[in-house]
């Protein structure tokens, strides 16, 4: 007990606090997410028409990037896991201020490609999954509520970043916004990263210091990295069919549009909601349950859309938006929970591989689905839901003790 305390103070004398650094995290993973994920709703079609292409082949480019980095997953996890997040994440601001910067000078197609091709490696080095890994290498077991805190931080990035890169566009144009969104990751987020995430050599120290945390691999089925993997599979196809889709699907439901609009903007604070809940209510419950319930809300919501119709426009983007919002905390929490902190950083990007690719793939499927079939098409990604839920039943394993 008292070695237990020494090697807390001495944790409390050599790193930054939990608040500092989650605060810092959920910072500059907001501007990260600004300025790469959520960038092309706002000059997806200003770039396309500048540089005489189809938006089309905008969003092509935009979405061959995501499964480059989903490419990429797994060797930036087992990178994190060696030399922890520092050298990582300020690296993925470097990469991504390139990229926009490339894209600010992009002339044509190859230009485009060039700068989506530095944005896809940011993409991959810069997001929740590197986050999340670098918390766990800091923390072990005790990762889970600052997870949940930078998610409650970062949960505003399209909040923040679609007004202000609108802002940016009708006050500058489309380059000059490329080139402060690329100033702010180079002068703001990459200095935040690399002086407050511990070095290297700490995150060596800290990983020594917590021997018995390896998940026993008895309480582990064979099956849980499959089962995790259809899971979040199923999950994110769900979230990019409807981060993209959404307005259009509430409109088939017979809203107008200005009401699918304002219903479509509650997703926003319903994520931040969910995650308050989690972080006070669900936090002495296993992530399982929490998981569970994330994945249910979605079909709850379509049951609304399908039985009331535009009159169940909100109830539908709220519970939507609360069941995404904790499944983004489950993506870090849940592998955690099941499997430890060793290895968490690989394993964390080999789960990330194939949903990142069906999370590409959702926009585009489900609008084919939306032509064909109007609100109906909401039936597949209700009953995606429920299987992800369902799947989760087949993990038995003993709920880990948290930490006091």
């Given amino acids: 007990m008292c070695g237990r305390c020494c090697r807390n103070d001495e944790e409390d004398a050599l790193t930054p606090g939990k608040t500092t650094i989650v605060t810092a995290l959920g910072s500059t993973?907001?501007?990260a997410w600004a300025s790469s994920y959520y960038l092309p709703a706002i000059l997806g079609a200003p770039i396309a028409a500048a540089l005489h292409l189809s938006t089309d082949v905008f969003f092509g480019i935009f979405s061959a990037s995501l499964?480059?980095?989903?490419?990429?997953?797994?060797?930036?996890?087992?990178?994190?896991?060696?030399?922890g997040g520092r050298t990582v994440l300020a690296g993925s601001n470097l990469v991504i201020a390139a990229g926009l910067v490339?894209?600010?000078?992009?002339?044509?197609?190859?230009?485009?490609?060039?700068a989506w091709l530095f944005l896809s490696v940011g993409i991959a080095a810069g997001l929740y999954d590197s986050a999340f890994a670098a918390l766990t290498a800091l923390y072990g077991r005790d990762a889970r509520n600052p997870i949940t805190g930078i998610t409650l931080i970062a949960g505003f990035a399209s909040t923040i970043g679609w007004p202000a890169t609108a802002f940016f566009l009708h006050a500058f144009g489309w380059?000059?916004?490329?080139?402060?969104?690329?100033?702010?990751?180079?002068?703001?987020?990459?200095?935040?990263?690399?002086?407050?995430?511990?070095?290297?050599?700490?995150?060596?120290?800290?990983?020594?210091?917590?021997?018995s945390e390896t998940a026993d691999a008895a309480d582990v089925p064979r099956s849980a990295m499959v089962i995790l993997a259809f899971f979040f599979s199923a999950a994110w196809f769900v979230t990019g069919a409807m981060a993209a889709q959404l307005p259009?699907?509430?409109?088939?439901a017979g809203a107008t549009g200005t009401a699918a609009i304002a219903a479509a903007a509650l997703v926003g604070p319903a994520q931040v909601a969910a995650r308050i809940i989690e972080f006070g209510l669900m936090r002495n419950f296993h992530p399982l349950i929490s998981a569970r319930i994330a994945a249910a809300l979605h079909p709850v919501g379509a049951a609304l859309l399908t039985v009331f119709g535009a009159s169940g426009a909100v109830g539908f983007a709220v519970f939507h938006g609360a069941g995404n919002g904790m499944i983004t905390i489950a993506k870090g929490t849940l592998p955690l929970a099941i499997f430890g902190p060793a290895?968490?950083?690989?394993?964390?990007?080999?789960?990330?591989?194939?949903?990142?690719?069906?999370?590409?793939?959702?926009?585009?499927?489900?609008?084919?689905?939306?032509?064909?079939?109007?609100?109906r098409a909401v039936l597949l990604s209700a009953?995606?839901?429920?299987?992800?839920?369902?799947?989760?039943?087949?993990?038995?394993?003993?709920?880990?003790?948290?930490?006091?």
């Fill in 29 to 31: 993973q907001t501007v």
């Fill in 248 to 252: 259009r699907l509430l409109v088939s």
């Fill in 102 to 114: 490339a894209l600010a000078l992009a002339q044509g197609i190859v230009g485009l490609a060039i």
């Fill in 175 to 211: 380059r000059e916004a490329c080139l402060i969104w690329a100033a702010l990751n180079f002068f703001v987020a990459m200095p935040v990263n690399w002086f407050v995430i511990p070095a290297g050599s700490r995150h060596r120290e800290l990983m020594a210091a917590r021997p």
């Fill in 67 to 83: 499964l480059l980095s989903a490419v990429l997953g797994p060797a930036v996890g087992r990178m994190i896991d060696r030399q």
């Fill in 383 to 404: 009953g995606l839901s429920i299987a992800a839920s369902a799947s989760l039943l087949l993990l038995r394993v003993r709920a880990v003790a948290e930490p006091a």
């Fill in 343 to 375: 290895g968490f950083g690989l394993r964390s990007g080999v789960l990330s591989a194939p949903a990142r690719v069906t999370q590409a793939a959702g926009p585009f499927v489900f609008g084919l689905l939306l032509d064909r079939y109007g609100d």
